[in-house]
């Protein structure tokens, strides 16, 4: 059982609005803190749209989605946060910006309150310092979709307290997803594995290996993954691929990790991938078709 009464989500971009979905969907009383209105009634949307779709599916009653949706709150004030127990940060995978969100938070949340990061591929302790309570910081990194995604990674750092990564794996079950433990090194277990294998695949396409369909459907039908490599970048977003692998390029200094050049050109000409609607492939036609990317 839960000691978690209230929960507190920073950011309601792709990780923000799942997070603050399976909250809400699990009974916990969520407010979502964006930084505009416009971006508060976006994150809005995109869980009724999840919401509607999993009625559809048969996956959630009618009864359940109202439920989750007067469990959610939008806000654009950090005090409107200040009751939470929990706050899960999802904003860019930025050290600056995550540890300006830390200091402030840390001056309007309960002493008890427990801090969560769902970055990627900072550590949890370049984040403890900031927020000003080490031993309640921890990093939770749910997976995208997460709605669909099963598994959150539960990262105590050195200064966690025992009682924190206790409260935050009950909080996880208590979503209904699986918790695992992972040491607080950059990219936790997943992404370790994961990230140099999306830059592989860029690699290979700027060798002329093979065509970005080909390596998509080379990994699908070869390797059973869900969804080829660069169907997935597109999925996680480029400039979130970009700076995690700058970030473990960074901490790391393996070539393994280094953003290749076509990544950081797609990023600086807007090509973000779903979320823009236009990465490795071009979403503004159904079925979506491969961009144009100069090879
Ligand atoms: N939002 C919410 N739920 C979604 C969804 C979305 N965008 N897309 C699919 N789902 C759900 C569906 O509702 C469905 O749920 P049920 O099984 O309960 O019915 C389930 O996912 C399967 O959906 P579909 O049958 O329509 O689609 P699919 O079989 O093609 O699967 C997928 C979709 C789950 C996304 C699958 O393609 C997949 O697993 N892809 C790989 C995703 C992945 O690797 N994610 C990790 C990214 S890396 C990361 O997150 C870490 C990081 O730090 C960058
Ligand atoms: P995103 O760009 O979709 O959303 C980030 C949101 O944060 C934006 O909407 C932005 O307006 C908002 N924001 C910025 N500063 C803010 C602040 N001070 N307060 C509140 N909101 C603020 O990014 P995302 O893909 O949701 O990623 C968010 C975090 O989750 C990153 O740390 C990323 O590495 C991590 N993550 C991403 C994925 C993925 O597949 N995209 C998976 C797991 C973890």
Redesign the pocket.
Known sequence: MSDIRKVGVLGGGL?GS?IA?VSAAAGFPTVVREVSEQLCAKSRQSIEK?LA??VE?G?TTEAEREAALKNLRFVTALDDLSDSDLFIEAVVEDLEVKNKVWAELNGIAKTEAIFAS????LTIIAMAAASGRPDRMLGL?????????KLVEVVRTITTSEETERRAFQFVQALGKEPIRAKDSSGFV??LL??PYMLDAINALESNVASVEDIDKGMQLGAG???GPF??LD??GLD??YK?SEIMFTEYRDKRYAPPPLLKRMVLAGMLGKKSGKGFYDYSVNPPRVSSLGL
């Open positions: 990780m799942g979905q999840s779709k999993s599916r996956k769902n970055t990627s591929s990194h749910f997976f995208n979709p997460v709605p669909a995604m997943v992404n994961l990230i993954h869900p969804m169907t997935l999925f996680v979130t691929a995690i």
